[in-house]
């Protein structure tokens, strides 16, 4: 267990459909990352954010948005869903001054 | 941006030592990590390199050459539980970039 919390386990959806993801890093960590895992993509960074600030974009498509909110809590929300964004979503979080970032359970979001 | 390739499977025994390399060509460079995946669960973090040199934690051991773009992560006495894929990433400004993972299967 590395600290790191995701909701929910599984989503189910429809194409079309609007869905968000919730992660709460590790206690003390500043930074956290969005990253998708499909079969044929491998693990791909989407965002990162730092104390409430967005650090990093990744390969973010413009219908999916993140945000981190005072408490450190982040959300990614995928909206105008399409099959082929079926995947795996995982959060993960890094210490102040760390690189290392540890990775939540993840999301297992299906498209129908 | 970042190119990163290591091999797609690799079989061993158990009991046996199993190298897998990963050579990387990156515009800038910040150190360069090893993650275990089980299928369907969380990258597990392993090592972090980014001085030249070889790391050494219990039965996994990480090199890196920089001047060469090449890294292995070397596991040994081979255990079951340690069929797995294993991811190099390599850190770039702030953001990480993976490879396509080698698939380890050890044999009994």
């Known amino acids: 267990d590395s600290g790191v919390t995701q909701t929910p386990k599984h989503l189910i959806t429809a194409t079309g459909q609007r869905v968000t993801l919730r992660c709460s890093p590790r206690s003390g960590d500043l930074s956290v990352y969005w990253y998708q895992q499909s079969l044929d993509q491998g693990l791909q960074f989407l965002i990162q954010?730092?104390?409430?600030?967005?650090?990093a974009k990744g390969n973010i498509l413009e219908r999916f948005s993140a945000q981190q909110f005072p408490d450190l809590h982040s959300e990614l929300n995928l909206s105008s869903l399409e099959l082929g964004d079926s995947a795996l979503y995982f959060c993960?979080?890094?210490?102040?001054?760390?690189?290392?970032?540890?990775f939540g359970p993840g999301t297992r979001l299906t498209v129908l | 941006g970042q190119n990163i390739d290591q091999p797609t499977e690799m079989t061993a025994t158990e009991g046996a030592i199993v190298q897998i390399n990963c050579t990387y060509q990156?515009?800038?460079?910040?150190?360069l990590f090893w993650y275990q995946q089980h299928a369907g669960e969380a990258p597990t973090f392993l090592s972090y390199?980014?001085?030249?040199g070889l790391e050494e934690k219990g039965r996994f051991s990480s090199f890196l050459s920089r001047s060469k773009g090449y890294s292995y992560l070397l596991l040994k006495e081979l255990q079951m539980k340690d069929s797995a894929s294993y991811l190099c990433a390599v850190r770039s400004d702030y953001k990480l970039s993976f490879g396509a993972g080698t698939t380890v299967t050890v044999r009994a």
């Open positions: 990156t515009s800038g460079f910040n150190g």
């Open positions: 390199n980014v001085l030249d």
């Open positions: 954010y730092y104390n409430g600030e967005e650090r």
């Open positions: 993960a979080s890094s210490a102040p001054y760390s690189d290392t970032q540890y």
